[in-house]
């Protein structure tokens, strides 16, 4: 006998229902290890084909399936079933529109991640046919922020963020500092700028459910802190 | 179902697929005419985001090398199949389009004295092929993603326009010229016409035919199946690359970097068993023989655990720190899908299905070209391919690690810059054809409306696991055959396939059903191929023709579709006269 879990799956197709409601699934355990993400094709393959979420990647680099799996966000594809209580309570990211079941509207979050001029700013050409030279001390210091997904999971668990729609969140503050910290990039004002305002790094008050959210065991609340540092630092 | 809106857009340059070789292309083209590209993802969820171990350019920050070593890597890497004025283009411009990257902000790794970090990959040589060099630039084991990223970032700030989550449904043609895409949103659900001056595919591989591989859900080769079914041809479909070392039972990468950091495989006796089949690289020859070299060591029953059907993959011996800093990615993969700590143990693996060494057809100039034994290559007017989707063809019939990246980088640029001087040069876009779109409209409504008995899941699984079966590292006649026939059925199955989600938005299967209809196609395509080539050359091995025969299968494959689905095969010859250098003539490869 195939062990099986039960799935208790949100749904909503906003051309159907009113309002969102949850459906229970079994998933067999076919073989060992399997992640959350393997149960939702099952599902979807074997089940019920109405089912919609996003995936790419099925190893924890591209962002696309940040979900709230019993209450705490994660990627389906890197959660292993077998360690999650039942029943597994699979909902979307949290205070995001929802298009239809577990697929939220990431419009506003990307809205933010470009707000602070997510790319590097040079005011000093490089040199001409060789690359710009950087220490690999200065290079480490990209550690911890360039391997960022944009899979939102931190952003859509932090209380300001869901309590101010202007803050601009851990992913998008994170990322600033990626640029900011890289030796290369000549663009540290005018992000700083943008960063003090109000809904900038203010807002954090250190609550650190982004951390304990992030997948990629990355830190923004440290990257928050450095904002502030350098943002104090910088009025002087 | 009431009807569904058809919305028409205008642009000069459209790019279809936002991987590597889209938005570099995307860059180039943006900066002369109005460029706009659609994905079926947002960007940076792409495939090109997975790439592990780096891309491979002849920078000589370690030690002393050179493009033209290089280049003849790839030509042996290739089994001699692949078009050598590509490649000599592609390792030549390799420098500049990694040093360009940096300039974009790509957080390479680096060496002491600040340049960037370059390490060894399979099949890359100094001095043609005396020992292994260090020439694949990498950002620890996260190249692809620090690649992508910093893409999409500069796309960012010189405003290039995206259409994500549409999904292309149709390849437009009139009066001989390309004239763009039919789409579907798949957020909000609807029809879009992409009325464009040059189009170009860079939709990315096709290895989610295999039941075992290391690819994202989405690489389906969509855009091969919208050419096939517009009437144009795509070349080399049988060589499907098989990765040595995917972690067993799940399929998932470990780079080649591994091995290029030190790390070394073993049989179950513990022998470092690639010595006997690669004496002067060993672990480091060319992805084909390597996975041979292992397919071969567990049908001999030297394979490890009690089903004697896995590899070990040993790096402990490089020492935790080294695999912290440079391969920080393979040990949470390791760790995540194969519980394996592997500062401490080694990790199990097997061959899996990787990458795609076929695709649309195109010269040096990742024009589309059409063409066979007699008639030379002429490109197709308004249409463009690079990367994975497409076949230059730089990796002839096995391609070289890292070298993937080199060539959506150069391909991309080279194809966009192409592709806006095309645009730039047409006073006015060619018109759209009568009722355009009219195929690609019936095929979603079909599915919208209809009720069909066959599900997508059933299909695909078979589809995918007889594919590996039949279609997989060793083939025969006798498999082929009988691939060619489960194909046959399951293509009759699909006729009848219908969808549980008839709405609009999201709809998830609608998408996959469709890309299930992609792959049958397309199928059909690698095992014709495969099965008319008697012989062995690089990753297509026969069992039944173990020798690579130059004489009569020293040229490319081409295969078109009918409007009833029917394959034909037609042969082009290699290009064999590079652009500056003289030609490398085939000869026996040894590692
Ligand atoms: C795990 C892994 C590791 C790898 N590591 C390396 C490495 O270290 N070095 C190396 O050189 N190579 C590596 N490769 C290979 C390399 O990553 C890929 O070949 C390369 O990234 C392909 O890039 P691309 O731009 O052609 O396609 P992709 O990145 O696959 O992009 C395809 C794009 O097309 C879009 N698309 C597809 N179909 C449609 C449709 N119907 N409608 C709209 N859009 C569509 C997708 O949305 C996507 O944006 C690796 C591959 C894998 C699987
Ligand atoms: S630490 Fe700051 S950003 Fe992170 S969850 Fe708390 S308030 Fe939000
Ligand atoms: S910081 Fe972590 S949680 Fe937040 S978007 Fe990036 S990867 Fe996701
Ligand atoms: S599918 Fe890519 S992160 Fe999960």
Redesign the interface.
């Known amino acids: 006998m195939v062990k099986t879990v039960t799935f208790s799956v949100f749904r909503y197709?906003?051309?159907?229902d009113t309002r969102p409601y949850y459906k229970d699934y079994r998933v067999e355990l076919r073989?060992p290890?399997m992640m959350v993400l393997d149960g939702l094709n099952q599902i979807?393959?074997?089940q019920?084909?109405?089912?919609?979420?996003?995936?790419?990647?099925?190893?924890?680099?591209?962002?696309?399936d940040g979900l709230n799996i019993n209450g705490v966000n994660m990627l389906a594809c890197?959660t292993h079933i077998e360690e999650l209580k039942e029943p597994i309570v699979v909902q979307p990211l949290p205070s995001m529109p929802v298009?239809?079941?577990l697929?939220v509207?990431?419009t506003d979050f990307?809205a933010k991640y470009?707000l602070v001029?997510?790319?590097?700013i040079t005011k000093t050409p490089?040199p001409s046919?060789?690359?710009?030279?950087?220490?690999?001390e200065?290079?480490k210091k990209?550690d911890g922020l360039?391997?960022c997904?944009?899979c939102a999971c931190c952003s859509t668990s932090c209380p300001s963020f869901w309590a101010d729609p202007n803050y601009l969140g851990p992913a998008a503050l994170l990322k600033a500092w990626r640029?900011i910290a890289?030796t290369?990039?000549e663009g540290a004002d005018e992000r700083l700028e943008i960063i003090n305002d109000r809904d900038g790094a203010w807002r954090c008050h250190t609550i650190l459910n982004c951390v304990e959210a992030c997948p990629k065991q990355l830190n923004p609340t440290e990257a928050i802190a450095e904002l502030k540092k350098a943002i104090i630092h910088r009025k002087f | 179902m009431g009807d569904i809106p058809v919305t028409v857009h205008k642009h000069d340059a459209l790019i279809v697929g936002a991987g590597g070789a889209g938005l570099r292309a995307a860059l180039e083209a943006s900066k002369s005419v109005n460029t706009a590209v659609i994905s079926q993802v947002f960007p940076t969820r792409s495939h090109t985001v997975a790439a592990q171990g780096g891309v491979a350019a002849s920078l000589s920050n370690v030690e002393p090398d050179d493009w033209v070593w290089h280049m003849f890597d790839t030509i042996k890497g290739s089994d001699y199949l692949g078009d050598q004025d590509a490649i000599e283009l592609m390792c030549r411009m390799a420098p500049e389009v990694v040093i360009e990257l940096e300039h974009m902000g790509m957080p390479f790794s680096r060496l002491q004295d600040g340049k960037i970090f370059q390490r060894r990959f399979g099949g890359h040589t100094k001095n043609f092929g005396k020992e292994a060099i260090c020439r694949t630039c990498a950002a620890a084991d996260r190249t692809g993603h620090a690649m992508l990223h910093t893409l999409y970032e500069q796309c960012v700030k010189n405003h290039v326009i995206f259409y994500n989550e549409f999904f292309a449904l149709e390849l437009l043609m009139n009066e001989g010229h390309v004239v763009g895409v039919l789409a579907w949103d798949i957020a909000n659900g609807g029809f879009h016409i992409f009325h464009a001056k040059a189009t170009l595919f860079a939709t990315g591989g096709y290895i989610r035919v295999y039941k075992t591989n290391s690819n994202a859900h989405i690489n389906t080769g969509d855009g091969l199946s919208l050419s096939l079914r517009a009437g144009l041809p795509v070349e080399d479909l049988e060589f499907v690359q098989f990765h040595p070392t995917g972690i067993y039972g799940v399929g998932n990468l470990i780079t080649e970097g591994v091995r290029g950091e030190g790390g070394y495989l073993l049989n179950k006796d513990g022998e470092r068993f690639m010595k006997r089949y690669a004496p002067t690289v060993w672990d480091l020859a060319s992805r084909d023989v390597v996975s041979r070299a292992m397919a071969e060591e567990m049908r001999q029953g030297r394979g490890c655990g009690p089903k004697g059907d896995y590899i070990l993959l040993k790096l402990d011996h490089i020492g935790a720190d080294l695999i912290h800093e440079r391969l920080p990615g393979i040990w949470e993969l390791a760790y995540v899908f194969a519980h394996v700590d592997c500062t401490k143990e080694p990790i199990p693996v097997t061959p899996t299905a990787h990458y795609s060494m076929g695709g649309i057809p195109t010269n040096r100039f990742a024009e589309v070209v059409l063409g066979n034994m007699e008639k030379p290559e002429e490109p197709v007017k308004g249409f463009y391919a690079a990367g994975e989707a497409a076949c230059a063809s730089v990796h002839g019939a096995n391609r070289l690690g890292s070298n993937s990246l080199l060539d959506i980088m150069v391909f991309g640029k080279v194809g966009g810059k192409r592709m806006a001087e095309f645009a730039a040069s047409l006073p006015e876009h060619v018109p759209l054809p009568e009722n355009p779109g009219r195929k690609g409209i019936e095929e979603v409504k079909n599915l919208l409306n209809g009720n069909g008995p066959e599900r997508m899941g059933a299909i695909w699984d078979e589809l995918k696991e007889t594919m590996e079966f039949n279609c997989g590292v060793f083939r025969t006649e006798e498999t082929l055959t009988t691939q060619r026939g489960i194909l046959k059925k399951l293509c009759e199955r699909f006729k009848k396939v219908g969808i549980a989600d008839k709405g609009l938005a999201f709809n998830l299967d609608l998408i996959e059903t469709l890309e299930l209809g992609h792959m049958l196609d397309f199928s059909k395509a690698i095992v014709e191929g495969a099965l008319a080539r008697q012989e062995s050359r690089g990753a297509h091995y026969r069992d039944d023709y173990p020798n690579r025969d130059d004489v009569n299968w020293h040229k490319h494959t081409l295969a078109t579709m009918d409007e009833d689905g029917t394959i034909y095969l037609d042969y082009k010859p290699v290009r064999m006269k590079p652009l500056t250098v003289p030609t490398f003539e085939p000869k026996e490869r040894v590692y």
């Open positions: 197709d906003p051309e159907k073989r290890g979807r393959w074997e019920d084909g109405t089912l919609a979420f996003r995936r790419s990647c099925r190893e924890g680099v591209c962002g696309s890197i298009i239809k079941d697929v509207d990431f990307y470009y001029k997510p790319y590097l490089p046919d060789r690359e710009r030279l950087q220490s690999p200065d290079r990209l360039y391997e997904i944009l640029f890289d290369r990039d």
